[in-house]
Every structure is written in C-alpha cells, then in structure tokens.
C-alpha cells in the first residue's frame, strides 16, 4: 500500500489515545495528538499509569516532527496536546470548529487551547481576534439519523422517545449559546495555520483528506459533545479514523463506514468499562451489531479496534461476537498494543494482579 500508517499512543499501550500517523506520498498526518491517564478502576498500579501517559506524550511529541498536518477531532484530553506547543510549530492543524456542535467544557478547553498559541506563535491575546456573534439555525440533528431513527428497539422505544425528546430541548438550548459566543476565527501565524473543516476536503498533491460534518460522540444528543471523523485517500486506496464514535453505536455512522469501505480502519470500540453507568445493554448491543456488520459487509483488510474498549479486561468476552465474526471472516482485527505484536496492557496488569 503507498498509505502507511503507525498507532503513536492508544488505550492498549496504557493510557488514553487514539493518536495515529498516517503517511502517504504526499503528506504525512497525525490524527488526535492527545494523552490522558488512566481511570482509578484501571487494573495497574498509580506509578504504572502515570509511568505509560509519560511515555506517550513522548511518542506523540517524537511523532508530531514527522507530521505536516495535525488533525484534533475535538477537545478531549486524550484527542490534542493543550500544553506543549512545540508539537504544533509549522503545521496545517484541522481541528474541531469551537464555535458550534460544541459543549460548554470543550468550548472552554478550545478557547484556552486557542489562547496558548496566539500567546506563543503569534504574542498577542486571543481576544484581539474573536469576532462579534453571530445568529445561528440549525436542522433538528436526527433528520440526518434515519436509520437510528426508524429502529424498533421494542420495550424500550418509549424511554428511548423520552430521552430524544429530551435531548433535542438540550440541543435546543446549545444552538442558543452558540449564537450568544463570541466567535474563534481560523487564522495563522509564521507558517502555523489553524483551519476548521469539518464537511470539507483538502487536496495535498494525490491525497485527499477528508473530514465528515460533526458526529455525536457516542449516542445521540450524547452530553460528551460532537467529534468529526477523517478520511485519508491516495490513489484508490483508503483509511478511516474513526475518533469516538464509541463503537459506533449508531446505526447511520455504521453504514457510512460500510459505504467508504476502507482499507484500513482505526474505529473506537464501546465504553464497555462504563457498563451499567454510561453505557447500557441497548447500546452495547447496537455497538455491537454496528461492528459486526462493518466486519461482514466492507473488504476492510485491517481493523485496528482499540480506544475505549481496552479499558477493562473483560472486554473481549463482552464483544465476543465481534471477535468472533472477524475469525470466520478471516479479517484482521487487532488491538493497536497487538498491531506492534504487544500485550494490551489492561490483560498484562489484571494477568500480574491475580
């Protein structure tokens, strides 16, 4: 293949991420350059953990000097670096617009990024350039959920109709606050450039990059905010990563995997650490049917399946059926510690702790 890629950092090395570089004749991209430690319920010793987020922060930064583009699906910790700025000197970075499909902390967080390096690149504050509001609509964002819509989920559909409706008048209230914020421009300084693209495409010689429109991260109206997903072409040839769509769990963000049928994908698997708190058994199943039909219905060769689900030892037999289907298909599926032939280290340290 001419796109080659390398897992920098995931949940199976032990600690948070999904930090991938992607390289093709043209151009070499990292994809969400973040690191984040461990939860407490993690099966390893505080040392060992803080021990595996150094190490990762290091692969990251050693990686980011191979990278022209940067790419941050959105501002969670284990997805963009907020305190080195070294890692993003002289790059094209393509990030989240902070300005919309957005929540209140990862607004926050992207105005605080944002400050650092107009700060740092360019000595001056960032609120010398927001701009004035601006009035903003938006469609309800289950007219472009049909399937996941039209679901029978059976005795569940009525709590399921109570909490669309409930997150709707959530959304609703969103959409108000994004018109009410002053606005983040793109901008650059000396080479650095900051681009929000999402729904777009760049053109780097013969690759294509593409980034999907906003996506819930995780269920629909999920309170954890919205991520994009980034899709790399080079002459017929195609990887997809997937950022955190948590399995996907919905069903429409599943069969547009099936349609891009990539050659290589990088999807997140459920939060099956938070079974029975974040995650319940609807949406563990829909994750997994979700996966399965990727497996049956793309010629994907290789199926890194890593962040979110390592996260607790039991999280093969919980999505065994998934393991399973990628045997009888003869399809590479592989944690990202098993990629670079590694012990996913929550199987590591619950084998040392019994």
């Known amino acids: 293949m001419h796109i080659s890629f390398k897992p920098v950092w995931f949940d199976s090395l032990g600690a948070k991420s999904s930090c991938t570089l992607v390289k093709t004749p043209d151009i070499s991209v990292m994809i969400d350059p973040g690191v984040a430690i461990m939860h407490p319920s993690f099966p390893a010793s505080t040392v060992n953990k803080i021990l595996w987020r150094n190490q990762g922060k290091k692969a990251i930064k050693r990686a980011s000097r191979e990278a022209e ?207 029975g708190y974040l995650l319940n058994r609807i949406n563990l199943n829909r994750a997994i049917e979700n996966a399965v039909r990727i497996i049956e219905e793309t010629d994907t060769e290789l199926i890194i399946y890593d962040h979110h689900l390592v996260r607790e030892a039991r999280f093969r037999e919980r999505t065994r059926e998934v393991w399973e289907t990628a045997e009888r298909s003869k399809k590479k599926l592989l944690t990202a510690a098993e990629f670079l032939g590694k012990v996913p280290r929550v199987l590591e340290s619950a084998g040392s702790s019994n």
């Open 69 to 275: 583009v940067i790419v941050i699906s959105h501002y969670h910790y284990d997805h963009y670096f907020p305190e080195d700025m070294s890692v993003y000197e002289g790059k094209l970075i393509v990030a989240k617009d902070p300005n919309q499909y957005i929540n209140d902390s990862q607004r926050s967080r992207a105005e605080d990024f944002y400050s650092k390096i107009c700060e740092h690149f360019g000595g001056m504050k960032l609120e010398s350039l927001l701009s004035e509001p601006r009035v903003k609509k938006f469609q309800n964002p289950l007219e472009e959920l049909p399937i996941a819509v039209r679901r029978d989920f059976g005795d569940y559909n009525k709590r399921r109709e109570e909490l669309l409706e409930r997150g709707l008048s959530t959304f609703e209230k969103k959409v108000k606050k994004w018109s009410e914020w002053r606005e983040i421009p793109e901008f650059e300084f000396k080479g650095l450039k900051i681009r929000f693209l999402e729904g777009k495409e760049i053109h780097l010689g013969n690759t294509r990059i593409r980034f999907t429109k906003p996506l819930f991260h995780g269920i629909e109206f999920s309170s954890l905010g919205w991520v994009f997903a980034t899709v790399i072409e080079y002459k017929g040839e195609k990887l997809l990563h997937s950022s955190d769509m948590n399995g996907p769990i919905i069903e429409d963000y599943a069969e547009w995997i099936i349609k891009e049928n990539p050659d290589v994908l990088i999807l997140d698997g459920p939060m099956t650490y938070m079974f």
